[in-house]
């Protein structure tokens, strides 16, 4: 198994089944065909993408790869294959997240339905997808933003064991075009958990109102209102308990691929400012000739293989998940807030690249820097994610349990367990294997080195200078130790998935390097947070690193980044 980065010109999907490769070629062949021009003018003209959902009803896209066999009526060619999800998820991206997001708030508005005993409204859904249909997720309120304990939409008996729902959604994707949208509400004079309850409607229905588009975009981000809206038994899907872990639920399995939408974005772009820089001449030479070009393309390049290594290593412990082991519960919200905002990082640093060409309409680079901004802020924002991991720290950090090892999963399998995760609680009783392992069986890389020494004086800043109760309820001083331990991690799957392809230890070592840098960065702050006792200040200023310099292992990373030039271009 090889690491590369994806090119639609040279691309190989030969890990997949034929029919799968088939749709994956298939989208990036409607992408180059229609051209850069077209894909920007749409996108600067806010123009919807109906032909994009078009053309994916027509190949029948989100139907298979979003239809779980057991709803699949004997298609051997639908199943929710993570892996394939995320391969979809990172083209998607590549060609721009106006692209990505129809089918990002597809697969949240199916999450209720595939996780319900509902086998009427189950076959409903299918049926819309492969009539081409889309779904959406009905969560969000303007007022109450994703807080499932409060909804105002409200759901009282219509005297003939049905419901009349009304009420107002906000930020729903999807929400003027989706045969198939859940949402959740309350009955109205029930209190507790057992007012909760998530149903099935149609934006066809005469008292579905689609009120506007929220954002000023190609993306159709729906405020919508149901009036009096008839919900019968058999629209249904959750209530009480069961449909707030549903909605829980849904968020793990969405904001997967929000990480590999980050990959495909960032992908493109990278290709765009190395051809762009290495082509520039700034006082009779190329602009890549100029340390600190260089040093920012490097960068950006191991930042991108950081991110591609640790979410393809999440994809097999999600696929290889159940109830014994749900460890990809953490690694989940790492994907969400650390790569995401990785791909951030990469684009700040591809802006200083490229100057003033990241401004100017007629390149990718210009629809990039705007749209990253987006990815980190989705399915709950980063310092939600954050305080999400914190909840894991203690078991991963001091309480290793051993476990089989977890296979690279690119098998046809459909992965069935997402839609039974169960009640969303328990999360502190969630063991992990030894992350000690893995670093150590690379500490004669050099800035593996280092960073293993930063985790161990983490963990023993915990110990030692332990926060306090006031500390921890603190989110402001407790958000920078999420961050550190997201980056010990982050670094453990991605050592285990450089194993896996084989890496070169070079780029490793660049790859660590930054890693190191980010943690003496993020010590840092931790001694300047107003909570910070001077037994954490002097415990963090222990952590802080130069990392290791490798000039030749440096020149050969930049060497991988320069031959980028030219290897990729859009048809136009």
């Known amino acids: 198994m090889m690491l590369v980065l994806l090119n639609p010109h040279k691309v190989d999907f030969g890990r997949f089944d034929a029919e799968t490769a088939r749709l994956l070629q298939a989208t990036i062949d409607w992408f180059e065909s229609r051209g850069k021009q077209r894909l920007l003018a749409d996108y600067h003209a806010k123009r919807f993408y109906a032909d994009f959902l078009e053309f994916q009803a027509r190949e029948r896209i989100f139907a298979t790869l979003l239809t779980p066999a057991r709803d699949a009526d004997g298609d051997e060619h639908k199943r929710w294959d993570t892996a394939r999800v995320a391969a979809m998820s990172e083209i998607l991206g590549f060609y721009g997240l106006n692209y990505w997001y129809p089918w990002q708030v597809t697969v949240l508005g199916l999450g209720p339905v595939w996780q319900s005993d509902n086998a009427e409204a189950r076959a409903a859904a299918a049926t819309a997808l492969e009539a081409g249909g889309v779904a959406a997720f009905g969560l969000s309120e303007q007022a109450h933003g994703a807080d499932i304990y409060s909804s105002d939409m409200v759901l009282t008996p219509d005297g003939n064991g049905g419901w009349l729902a009304t009420g107002s959604k906000y930020y729903i994707g999807n929400g003027n075009c989706a045969r198939t949208v859940s949402v959740f509400g309350r009955i109205d004079g029930v209190t507790g958990s057992d007012q909760y309850v998530f149903f099935m409607a149609d934006s066809e229905h005469p008292n579905y109102y689609v009120v506007k588009n929220v954002v000023p975009s190609q993306m159709y981000v729906a405020e919508f209102r149901l009036e009096n809206y008839p919900v019968r038994g058999q629209d249904i899907l959750h209530t009480g308990h069961s449909a707030f872990s549903a909605a829980l639920n849904t968020v793990n399995i969405g904001k997967f691929n929000l990480c590999f939408g980050g990959i495909g974005l960032a992908t493109h772009a990278l290709y765009e400012a190395i051809s762009h820089a290495h082509h520039r001449i700034l006082y009779g030479a190329p602009v890549t000739t100029m340390p600190h070009i260089r040093t920012a393309l490097v960068e950006s390049y191991a930042r991108l293989i950081g991110m591609r290594l640790f979410c393809d290593r999440a994809i097999d412990y999600f696929r290889s998940a159940g109830r014994d082991d749900r460890r990809y519960l953490l690694f989940n919200p790492i994907t ?14 591809l802006g200083d690249v490229v100057a003033a060409k990241g401004f100017e309409s007629d390149n990718y680079l210009a629809v990039a820097r705007i749209d990253v901004t987006g990815l980190p802020k989705l399915e709950g924002t980063a310092a939600v994610n954050l305080a999400l991991v914190l909840k894991f720290m203690p078991a991963y950090l001091f309480a290793p349990q051993d476990y089989p090892p977890v296979a690279t999963r690119a098998d046809a399998a459909d992965d069935d367990f997402l839609f039974r995760q169960g009640p969303a609680r328990g999360l502190g009783k969630i063991r992990f294997h030894d992350w000690r392992t893995a670093y150590a069986a690379r500490r004669d890389i050099a800035n593996v080195a280092l960073l ?21 309820a603190d989110m402001d001083f407790t958000l920078v130790l999420g961050e550190l331990f997201t980056i010990i991690a982050y670094g453990h799957l991605i050592l285990e998935q450089a194993e896996i392809v084989g890496l070169d230890d070079g780029l490793l070592d660049v790859v660590f390097g930054v890693l190191v840098g980010d943690f003496s960065r993020l010590a840092v702050d931790l001694i300047g ?27 050969r990373v930049w060497r991988q980044v320069v031959a980028l030039d030219g290897a990729y271009e859009m048809n136009p």
Not at 452 to 472: I, V, Y
Not at 530 to 555: C, H, M, N, P, W
């Open 529 to 555: 947070k107003r909570g910070s006792t001077e037994a954490q200040q002097r415990a963090a200023q222990t952590l802080i690193r130069k990392a290791v310099t490798d000039e030749a292992a440096f020149d």
């Open 336 to 349: 969400k807030m650390k790569a995401t905002t990785e791909a951030e990082k990469i684009m700040a640093l």
């Open 452 to 472: 293993t020494e930063q985790a161990n004086g983490f963990a023993q800043l915990l110990t030692t200078a332990t926060p306090d109760a006031a500390q921890q």
